[in-house]
């Protein structure tokens, strides 16, 4: 569940064109937002999809041919203890699979450093949280940048990284919000631009 603020401040008209949503969410090649909340995305990785990642899951299995072949990905949540919500974490850890976003050697048992396969050139997250900056990386040490940077796209084969965490948003302003909503869009533009037509 998204707390009111942070889906106050994502949910603008502003980003809808660009085709990002509020939320949890996940834009995958600018053409297909996935809204994993509201799409009643099932986190639960059971034990036999664990052991071989095979899955009956629609959803899951569309999310796993996506995002193999997007060109760029996008993620939206909150700050949510230091990690994403469980229902993100769930996202990752069911489509983000070995096979589908890296592979290790023939032969490796899983110990050594997998290849990424994930051909995005570049993903981007953005983070809302009511935690000031100072605290967040001094007492914190900002574990979404370690997360989202080194244990998920670096290790999917995706360097080109951009974060960014809003803070705070309890205490923030509408004119507040309404530059983070231009660095956004800025930021998007910048990593995607718009392809022109010949």
């Given at each position: 569940?998204?707390?009111?603020?942070a889906?106050?401040?994502?949910?603008?008209?502003?980003?809808?064109?660009?085709?990002?949503?509020?939320?949890?969410?996940?834009?995958?090649?600018?053409?297909?937002?996935?809204?994993?909340?509201?799409q009643?995305?099932n986190p639960?990785?059971?034990?036999?999809?664990?052991?071989?990642?095979?899955?009956?899951?629609?959803?899951?299995?569309?999310?796993?041919?996506?995002?193999?072949?997007?060109?760029?990905?996008?993620?939206?949540?909150?700050?949510?203890?230091?990690q994403?919500?469980?229902?993100?974490?769930?996202?990752?850890?069911?489509?983000?699979?070995?096979?589908?976003?890296?592979?290790?050697?023939?032969?490796?048992?899983?110990?050594?450093?997998?290849?990424?396969?994930?051909?995005?050139?570049?993903?981007?997250?953005?983070?809302?949280?009511?935690t000031?900056e100072?605290?967040?990386?001094?007492?914190?040490?900002d574990?979404?940048?370690?997360?989202?940077?080194?244990?998920?796209?670096?290790?999917?084969?995706?360097k080109?990284?951009?974060?960014k965490?809003?803070?705070?948003v309890?205490?923030?302003?509408p004119?507040?919000?309404?530059?983070?909503?231009?660095?956004?869009?800025?930021?998007?533009?910048?990593?995607?631009?718009k392809?022109?037509?010949s």
């Amino acid at each position: 569940m998204i707390p009111p603020v942070a889906e106050h401040f994502l949910d603008t008209e502003h980003l809808i064109p660009r085709g990002l949503q509020p939320g949890n969410g996940i834009v995958i090649g600018h053409k297909q937002p996935h809204i994993i909340h509201s799409q009643e995305f099932n986190p639960l990785l059971e034990g036999s999809e664990l052991a071989t990642g095979e899955t009956s899951d629609l959803m899951v299995f569309k999310h796993r041919q996506e995002i193999k072949t997007a060109q760029g990905i996008i993620i939206i949540h909150p700050n949510w203890w230091g990690q994403p919500p469980a229902v993100l974490k769930g996202w990752t850890d069911r489509v983000l699979r070995s096979g589908v976003a890296y592979e290790f050697e023939e032969g490796d048992d899983g110990s050594g450093v997998p290849e990424g396969l994930l051909v995005a050139e570049a993903a981007i997250v953005f983070n809302t949280s009511n935690t000031p900056e100072e605290r967040e990386k001094l007492i914190f040490g900002d574990p979404l940048e370690r997360i989202w940077k080194d244990c998920v796209f670096d290790f999917c084969g995706i360097k080109n990284f951009h974060r960014k965490m809003f803070q705070v948003v309890a205490s923030s302003t509408p004119k507040e919000r309404t530059i983070w909503l231009d660095e956004v869009k800025e930021t998007i533009n910048n990593y995607f631009p718009k392809k022109r037509e010949s």
